[in-house]
């Protein structure tokens, strides 16, 4: 960008006759000279003939400086270039378009020499009035990374909103710029439409949507989340497997969770690791898909002894008594529920005795009214099955 500007404000004084009438003929004939100079490559030389100019006329001096500026420029002498376009810009001695361009030329150099502060005012003062034929859009660009470089990013995202007026159109570029900005500032609601035109511009990197996914999950639009992620998944992104385990939260956060449980499972490590075999046995569970819930406790269980409870309650609920009797044998701890579990089990399978046991042994560990009522009804089951035989 800056060479472009450079090159440009250099076709402005191509020809110094152009300005006989305002030079002095003492400072045309040098001037002139060291532009030939500078045309064959010789640029050390042109730098020296200038340097040779000694006149008392201000504009003779303004014209000059500016010209040395961008020889010193193209002799790869910035800080020296820099002085001498302050010189030039400063001595208000050039009007017009003459003007505008040298202090765009020192505005990009400031820039391009990181002195991002003293750029900025170069800057506001030239979109306050562009001379016709002049490309000014890209000033706003300017500002607002000289803002941002300086971490000044509220004024970054107002100078990209003018820029992106002015072109039009989205770019990548602007529009990464005012993200970054809003991050800075912490606006989450404000970066999400920034990160959605982001998306529209570029849909295959998988980064804007992660960053979307987490934005929006950050201010509680959690449905909003699912549906990008969904979405990105669909378009064919190669989502990471914490992307799919995040995937399956939102589905069962929004209460879809045999949904959820479709996307554990399509994980690497899906039957290997003891969480996502839990997390799909949960899900499955919350599903109402019984039969699968207990497929998964037992694979659980199997790598967990933990989780025998999980199967024998399944079992116990889906009426399997049988099988849930030989799990509740392997269940360790919560003596006083197995007991109620297997009481459960026993009475469906009119094995009242054994029930009776269970349940009096239940109340022997945990006091509890379960317990007391179980042992009530069964005694006067028995009690009453006793008169019928009788």
Do not use: C
């Amino acid at each position: 960008m800056i060479r472009k500007a450079i090159i440009a404000g250099m076709i402005w004084f191509a020809s110094a006759t152009s300005f006989a009438n305002e030079l002095s003929q003492y400072t045309v004939i040098r001037v002139q000279k060291a532009h030939e100079l500078a045309q064959k490559e010789q640029v050390k030389q042109a730098i020296a003939k200038l340097k040779e100019i000694e006149t008392s006329r201000e504009y003779d001096k303004a014209f000059v400086a500016r010209m040395l500026g961008v020889f010193y420029w193209q002799d790869g002498k910035t800080k020296s270039a820099i002085k001498q376009l302050e010189y030039a810009v400063n001595s208000n001695q050039l009007n017009d378009e003459q003007a505008w361009i040298s202090q765009r030329m020192l505005a990009d150099l400031l820039v391009n020499d990181q002195q991002f502060k003293k750029a900025l005012p170069h800057y506001y003062k030239l979109v306050k009035s562009v001379p016709t034929g002049q490309k000014g859009v890209d000033l706003w660009l300017r500002i607002a990374q000289s803002h941002y470089q300086i971490e000044q990013f509220k004024q970054v995202i107002p100078a990209v909103d003018k820029y992106r007026r002015a072109k039009g159109k989205d770019e990548l570029q602007p529009l990464s710029l005012k993200l970054s900005a809003q991050l800075q500032l912490q606006r989450w609601k404000s970066a999400i439409p920034t990160l959605e035109r982001l998306i529209a511009l570029q849909p295959d990197k998988l980064n804007w949507w992660r960053q979307l996914v987490s934005l929006q999950m950050r201010v509680g639009q959690n449905n909003a989340a699912l549906d990008t992620l969904a979405l990105a998944k669909l378009q064919g992104l190669p989502l990471s497997q914490q992307d799919r385990r995040l995937l399956a939260q939102l589905y069962a956060q929004r209460g879809i969770p045999e949904r959820a449980a479709i996307e554990v499972s399509q994980l690497d490590a899906a039957k290997s690791d003891i969480d996502l075999v839990v997390a799909q046995a949960t899900y499955w569970q919350q599903a109402r898909e019984w039969d699968k819930a207990i497929v998964q406790w037992k694979l659980a269980a199997n790598k967990n002894s933990k989780y025998h409870w999980n199967v024998a309650q399944l079992l116990v609920q889906e009426g399997q008594y049988n099988s849930a009797l030989t799990v509740l044998n392997k269940v360790k701890g919560k003596k006083s529920q197995v007991a109620l579990a297997k009481t459960r089990a026993y009475y469906k399978l009119d094995q009242l005795e054994k029930a009776l046991i269970e349940a009096k042994k239940a109340e022997a560990i945990a006091p509890s009214k379960q317990a007391k009522s179980w042992i009530k009804y069964l005694s006067q089951l028995r009690k009453a099955k006793a008169t019928q035989t009788s």
